[in-house]
């Protein structure tokens, strides 16, 4: 497959604030869909699992346009695409562009394709969903349940025109411990208001050579809360002046090589 043919239809004229209402279509059921491998099927299967993902978690918030902006320019409605390298091709292309927008939207769909597979798997495994209803924790050995939206980690950075943002990570509920999955809030200080946009980052998912800031937040977030530590790594890494962060916009072109920490840790 050659990656420069992808084209990114969209990005240059996709705009949050302009996401049009999808049209109403039969409810996509998980027996007719379950089967798909979306390292090898056509753009319509692709589609259907996104949109399954979609009304699963409303979380995941993405339009069918996003989608479309990942198949090839070469693509044909019987050809079948990697659409797991193609996803994680075009989030990094949006960040060589300079499109922030297309780039949290493709996040997002980065993170729903880690949730149809676990899905997946689970499945084959017999198992229904990978989060369990709360009448079924006594079937299962569980030594501590995770709080909702539990708050794992903070920082507080410059926010240009809006002044200082308080951002925080929190367990997405749909996340475990073989797949973890982190939402990132922001909260403006200056009016106490939060802001709409919520990123959605799959920590298996992360580009780790290359991983932005806001993906390095989430990582060691991660890792602090699970040695038991909280705004330990990353502030470490902020005091230390590896990186300079002066906005929110820093967050996502920024980037940092996540492999040396795992080496040390």
Do not use: W
């Not at 030594?143 to 708050?151: A, C, D, S, Y």
């Not at 951002?167 to 973890?180: F, Q």
């Amino acid at each position: 497959m050659e990656k420069v043919d992808v084209l990114f239809k969209s990005h240059l004229d996709y705009q949050l604030e302009a996401k049009m209402a999808s049209v109403s279509a039969p409810e996509i059921k998980l027996e007719d869909i379950i089967h798909i491998n979306l390292h090898n099927c056509t753009f319509h299967d692709f589609k259907e699992c996104m949109i399954y993902a979609r009304e699963k978690y409303p979380d995941f918030d993405y339009n069918d346009s996003i989608l479309e902006s990942i198949i090839p320019s070469d693509s044909s409605p019987d050809k079948k695409y990697d659409f797991v390298e193609l996803t994680e091709y075009a989030k990094h292309t949006a960040i060589t562009i300079g499109n922030m927008a297309l780039f949290s939207e493709l996040q997002k769909v980065a993170a729903a394709i880690e949730s149809f597979k676990e899905t997946h798997n689970d499945e084959e495994e017999k198992h229904l969903s990978s989060v369990m209803n709360f009448e079924d924790y006594d079937n299962y050995e569980i030594k501590t349940q995770p709080i909702f939206m539990e708050e794992i980690g903070s920082c507080v950075i410059g926010g240009g025109n809006d002044g200082a943002i308080k951002i925080t990570a929190h367990l997405h509920d749909s996340s475990t411990p073989e797949r973890p999955v982190v939402s990132i809030v922001f909260y403006v200080l200056n009016s106490g208001l939060y802001m709409t946009n919520k990123d959605i980052i799959d920590i298996n998912n992360i580009y780790k050579a290359n991983a932005t800031i806001i993906e390095v937040f989430a990582y060691l977030s991660y890792k602090d809360y699970l040695n038991n530590k909280f705004n330990h790594t990353f502030d470490k890494i902020l005091i230390s002046g590896t990186f300079d962060i002066d906005s929110l916009e820093d967050m996502y072109s920024k980037h940092y090589d996540l492999r040396p920490f795992d080496k040390l840790n």
